[in-house]
């Protein structure tokens, strides 16, 4: 009886299984197959959101609850939804009964990591601005992504903020250079000539007000206002006078701007307000360091030249770094990275840095050619030339060599000197070849 029943309980195991297969396979050959006409949207769902709210998503796909449905239906809904800018990929499924149809958009969405400045808005705060540009741009938050319609988006928003205020002038647009995540799109208006006739920095101490205008009369040079510009006079002018003084973490807030009359230096400009929050000073503690194999712990320590228990002076640890990089450099580790992360004691006020180097590949001189010169000038060069083939390649010779020793070997006014490498990451070489011009 057992065996009997066996082979018996197998037919009725494959005959269950059968089944299921050929209902699976036929509810997925309905999932893709040709949807009938006459169906009517039944729900929208998406995969992927991130960012934005699922009623946000719908309202990009411009689809409604109850509308009639076939697949150019969705291509459309696609395709609006690409437009917004918002979405980086979609794809979509759908699947339908005998009345409804419903869709499910699997999407990657645009990374927003490009900072938005609004150069010379000076009738407006940042938050106005913001508030404004959200009405059109879902979840904007001063960053917007790479390219794409959320810039036109926001143009417009921004002209219709000028239209609501009565303010003349048209909506220019500009996209810094760098790398995304450095690089910015800066929206101005076109037209504005104001001037800055005003300058103050609240909450300065440690370094006089009159110490931080000195260090910013390029902005009083007549040009327009433009807050792209005074920041980046901030960050070159003023921040390193705090560095040096060991407020490794002073900021300066967002400019405040208002218009101004001001009968002395200019009749009507732009008084500006950049609020200034100098931190504390913070002294050196110490230096851990990772990944250095050609040069020993003791011998950057002496290279970087900061002393525990000193004035954590920032711009002598960059220079620091920066003789530690031509020491690598100098011994042919032309791809050598650093990185130098921070970290601060707020109970002591003191800082200390964990310093990891990558030092890559060591590199040999390969050829040096030169372009553009006779051929008894170009022997003159190459026999003033020191480095050997298949020498350690120092990266510092060649800067030298072209400051001190070319100006010499070729006279004659307007002449200037272009170098570059190629190197060769197989074998381990760089070739060199100067350019005179």
Known sequence: MIHSFIPQLKKSLFLILSILIAS????IAQAQSQPPA????GKVEFNGLKRYTEAQAVAATGLETGQNMDLAAIDA???RMLKTGLFRKINYYYTFSTELMNVRFEIEEERWIVPCVFDNFVWFTDQEILTAVSHDVPTFDGTAPAAGAVIDSIRKSLERLLQERKISGQIEYAQSPGEAGTSRHIFSVRGLNLSICKLSFPGAAAVPESRLLENSKLLFN?????RSYMMTIVHANLIP???????????????QTALSAD?????QGVAVTMPVDEGVVYMWDKAEWSGNNLIPTPALENTLGMKSGEVADGLKFNSGVQSVAKAYLKQGYIEAKFNATPTFDETNRRVSYSISISEGQQYRMGGLTIEGVKVGEAQKILGKWKLKRDEIY???????FIEKELPKLLSGPGRFFEPRITPDRQALTVDVKIIVR
């Open 77 to 79: 809904a696609m395709q």
């Open 263 to 267: 009968g002395g230096r200019c009749k």
């Open 241 to 255: 006078l705090y560095l040096q003084l060991g407020h490794l973490r002073a900021g300066f807030g967002p400019p």
């Open 24 to 27: 699976l396979t036929a509810a």
């Open 38 to 41: 006459g169906l009517k949207l």
């Open 394 to 400: 120092d990266a510092l010779y060649l800067k030298e």
């Open 222 to 226: 007549g040009g327009a206002y433009s």
